[in-house]
């Protein structure tokens, strides 16, 4: 069946360090791909998506690219903030939504 | 504009205690409605979704139930808590097809 493989962390980084968080998925299908961002304390937001092959997601400075020839939708952000400090939930949604492990970032000033 | 509700924020309950928790979306009409738990400092692991009105499905056989009593609202229920219920549960709605929208989540500390 469709799965997720995303880095596991946890992640240290100091600000203004460049992030990437690797994620990788297996699918029969044409899934839509997905990073959500959890807040402390908070529900599940969704950070940007992709929806095809080559598709640029991107918001709040990050951004993933959908590379169907790697299956890979990797996260990234050039400077990294110590507000950025949460967990990140790659995902892909073909038939239903198929979330990776998470990967908790934490960013120090 | 589409909103999703889930209360309460926290809750502790004792072991052997009944637990409802709730969730309603607004805005929509027939939406797919999930459940997700989440254990302290692990992944989701969806716990039940439903299509419709009466109908759930169990991803995850376990002390838990859910019921759907109307078309916006989706309740996860247990008649008996046990400790290992304790985690931080999700609410969430298949708005579009571009993804999920999820509650701000119920922390449930079983004592």
């Known amino acids: 069946g469709d799965s997720v493989t995303q880095m596991e962390g946890p992640v240290t980084l100091s600000e203004e360090a460049f992030l990437t968080i690797n994620c990788t998925y297996t699918?029969?299908?044409?899934?839509?791909l997905f990073w959500y961002v959890q807040y402390p304390g908070e529900g599940l937001q969704l950070l940007l998506k992709?929806?095809?092959?080559?598709d640029k997601g991107s918001n709040k400075g990050f951004e993933a690219t959908y590379r169907k020839e790697t299956t890979s939708f990797h996260l990234e952000k050039g400077s990294v903030q110590v507000s950025d400090s949460a967990v990140y939930f790659c995902?892909?949604?073909?038939?239903?939504?198929?979330f990776g492990a998470g990967t908790r970032l934490t960013v120090k000033p | 504009s589409q909103t999703i509700h889930q209360w309460p924020a926290t809750l502790v309950q004792p072991v052997g205690s009944p637990l409802s928790l709730e969730c309603t979306v607004e805005g929509t009409s027939n939406p797919n409605l999930y459940w997700y738990r989440q254990a302290a400092g692990r992944g989701l692991q969806l716990l039940f979704y439903?299509?419709?009105?009466?109908?759930i499905s169990s991803e995850v056989p376990q002390n838990l139930s859910a019921s759907r009593p109307q078309d916006r609202q989706f309740i996860l229920s247990s008649k008996k808590l046990l400790l290992s219920d304790s985690g931080f549960y999700l609410c969430?709605?298949?708005?579009?097809?571009?993804?999920?929208?999820f509650g701000s989540g119920t922390r449930l500390t079983v004592v």
């Open positions: 995902a892909l949604m073909d038939n239903d939504m198929r």
């Open positions: 992709a929806t095809k092959a080559d």
């Open positions: 699918a029969t299908g044409y899934p839509s």
């Open positions: 969430a709605w298949a708005g579009t097809p571009y993804g999920y929208t």
């Open positions: 439903s299509v419709g009105i009466g109908q």
